[in-house]
């Protein structure tokens, strides 16, 4: 494992595997003119030491990039709009520019997107959502590149992290709903790791307050209304007595809502719903939506703070930040 505080080179890689940097070379970029025992040489060490190759020839580059990279889970939908816009600005008044990648929610996926960022050495990359991969997490530990998780909080951060616990808010949701008598409830929610720990919070706190029922739906992410109607749709059938659902996002509730209308359901008198993100639609629906509310514009001002003080050599006080959230209640509950 690389120990120093500079990223491993193709000369580390060269004496831990006991050849030259050329032979590390031919190995990566053409394994095919080297013997199998050196090829499986070089692996070891690569994987040892957490190396990536520069994209960009250190020859040619005689200033920062002043570039950073952010990677998404999706680019489709609304919930993560706000956190860009914000990154963006607060990065480009400083005089950085942002690039934009989507990891998907699938780990081998972000694990090849993060090692193909290192190699193009952006000053620094902020992760929406912790990082889920194993060996992406070792990439970026392995590049000391300046790293910023946000929407999220994790006791054990690459580097830097500005978010909030889903677990929290879960308890929270559950909390708001049995204050409002409602014993029987349900969660519609993503099947992400980040919706998966919201949704487990939710079902426990709720049952630790005495709930009779609490059911969870899975929906494959990102979320869609068309996923809520169906959600909704199949919990009624199977569970008719849910007096209240929450749903991992404001698409999901506003399905929902739309299906709830359908099946002769007067929202809040029969069935109360809760949505999250708070998007701006939220509150011109009608109902006009209950949702949790996430500041994904203070979120990304901070990140940027963050990594261009990481950047640039500068001390950072407080390198992990919880923004908290809060239940915006509206008419739907």
Not at 79 to 94: C, D, P
Not at 119 to 125: E, M
Request: hydrophobic letters at 45%; aromatic letters at 4%.
């Amino acid at each position: 494992m690389n120990l120093s505080n500079k990223p491993a080179t193709v000369q580390d890689v060269a004496t831990l595997a006991g050849v030259s940097a050329m032979t590390v070379s031919r190995a990566l970029n053409a394994p095919d003119k080297v013997t199998p025992d050196t090829l499986a040489r070089v692996r070891v060490a690569v994987d040892t030491l957490g190396y990536v190759p520069n994209a960009m020839a250190s020859g040619l580059r005689t200033a920062r990039a002043r570039m950073v990279a952010a990677l998404l889970p999706t680019l489709v939908g609304p919930v993560f709009q706000e956190l860009v816009e914000s990154l963006a600005e607060s990065l480009k008044r400083s005089g950085y520019q942002l690039m934009i990648g989507q990891a998907g929610y699938d780990a081998a996926q972000e694990e090849a997107l993060i090692k193909t960022i290192i190699q193009r050495r952006p000053d620094g990359i902020v992760l929406v959502g912790a990082a889920s991969s194993a060996g992406g997490r070792s990439a970026l530990l392995a590049s000391r590149i300046p790293v910023v998780e946000t929407w999220d909080f994790s006791d054990n951060p690459i580097d830097m992290l500005v978010g909030f616990s889903h677990v929290a808010i879960g308890e929270s949701v559950a909390e708001f709903l049995h204050a409002r008598g409602h014993r029987h409830v349900a969660i519609i929610t993503g099947d992400d790791a980040r919706a998966r720990a919201r949704a487990a919070a939710f079902i426990a706190r709720s049952q630790a307050l005495g709930a009779q029922s609490a059911q969870c739906f899975f929906t494959k992410a990102p979320s869609t209304m068309g996923a809520g109607r169906k959600a909704l749709a199949s919990l009624i059938q199977t569970t008719p007595e849910i007096s209240a659902v929450f749903c991992s996002s404001d698409s999901l509730a506003l399905g929902a809502a739309i299906e709830a209308q359908h099946q002769g359901l007067r929202v809040p008198d029969q069935l109360a719903i809760v949505g999250m993100g708070d998007q701006s639609f939220a509150q011109d629906a009608q109902p006009a939506l209950t949702t949790v509310r996430l500041d994904g514009t203070r979120i990304g001002e901070i990140a940027a703070e963050l990594m261009i003080a990481r950047a640039e050599g500068r001390p950072v006080e407080s390198p992990v930040v919880d923004v908290g959230f809060h239940i915006v209640v509206r008419d739907s509950t």
